[in-house]
């Protein structure tokens, strides 16, 4: 029996098994932390100690199940001290090469100049009445590494957090050095992206072949070689509460009508959206 009962169990049709799902109820956030929460990011200034600086990156950026943040620690030696610092970049916007031959080799290479011990440097020497004076001027390490160990072309130096993540997220790297309550960011770009290419939707017979793309700074340049005036003035903001996607605003600075470019930006700071996928919502909203 128990053989033919298997038998007719296994052939016998059933009705599968419904599954449910409930979305748990979230549990309520006040909206005055929140609002607190987020004012106090966007104030947050760069901490003078390494370590600090690197926890708060590390909680910003989920560090532990984000794949693709990377953050490479060494040390620097200059003038006989050694610094702790680390690197913060988003693998696979970046162009290594640029890294590792503009930014991490000049600063992990210990020249003779990065040995020397001392603090100061000597401005200028005066002998009065015997008496050798030197006028000295105090060593100043930010200073130093902005013009002489970072050979990148495009260095700038942020204290806020919130604006030096945000050009991290666009692609740029960011170098965090111990006692230095600021960081320099680097534009060492490096993600594909389309190429120039005549546009499909807008076809022409005469005149340029060329097509806005996906990358902003590229079509932008695209104006620029067309426009050739220093009248052209080229604005960027951002729209999108989540997104932050850039938005350019161009003009002829001797041509336009002031009030009209206020009527933009004004209308474009208004726009209330999460993300901007396209210009078709910008159009649409305004």
Not at 27 to 44: F, G, H, I, T, Y
Not at 120 to 141: G, H, P, Q, Y
Not at 183 to 205: H, L, M, T, W, Y
Not at 230 to 249: C, P, Q, R
């Amino acid at each position: 029996m128990k053989i033919l009962d298997s038998l007719i169990n296994l052939i016998t049709y059933k009705e599968p098994n419904e599954y449910s799902f409930v979305l748990p109820k979230q549990k309520d956030v006040s909206l005055e932390a929140s609002s607190s929460e987020e004012k106090n990011d966007k104030e947050q200034l760069v901490f003078p100690s390494i370590d600090v600086n690197k926890e708060y990156v590390k909680n910003k950026y989920n560090f532990k199940i984000n794949s693709d943040i990377k953050l490479r620690e060494f040390f620097i030696n200059i003038r006989g001290k050694e610094y702790s610092a680390f690197l913060l970049f988003i693998d696979g916007m970046i162009d290594s090469n640029q890294i590792n031959k503009f930014v991490i080799e000049p600063l992990m290479l210990k020249n003779q100049s990065n040995m020397s011990n001392t603090d100061e440097s000597i401005v200028s020497t005066a002998v009065t009445n015997n008496v050798t004076v030197k006028r000295v001027k105090k060593f100043d390490l930010k200073n130093y590494i902005l013009g002489c160990l970072v050979p990148q072309n495009d260095v700038s130096t942020d204290t806020k957090f919130k604006d030096i993540l945000q050009k991290v997220n666009l692609g740029n790297s960011a170098l965090f050095i111990d006692t230095i309550d600021s960081a320099f960011v680097i534009d060492a770009k490096g993600f594909d992206k389309r190429s120039v290419s005549p546009p499909e939707n807008e076809s022409i017979i005469r005149g340029s072949q060329e097509g806005f793309i996906e990358a902003i700074r590229t079509n932008t340049s695209l104006i620029r070689r067309i426009v050739n005036t220093e009248n052209l003035i080229i604005e960027d903001t951002t729209v999108g509460k989540i997104s932050n996607t850039h938005v350019a605003i161009c003009y002829l600075k001797n041509v336009v009508n002031d009030e009209l470019v206020k009527e933009v930006k004004h209308r474009i700071n208004s726009i209330d959206i999460d993300f901007l996928v396209s210009s078709r919502a910008i159009r649409t909203i305004n």
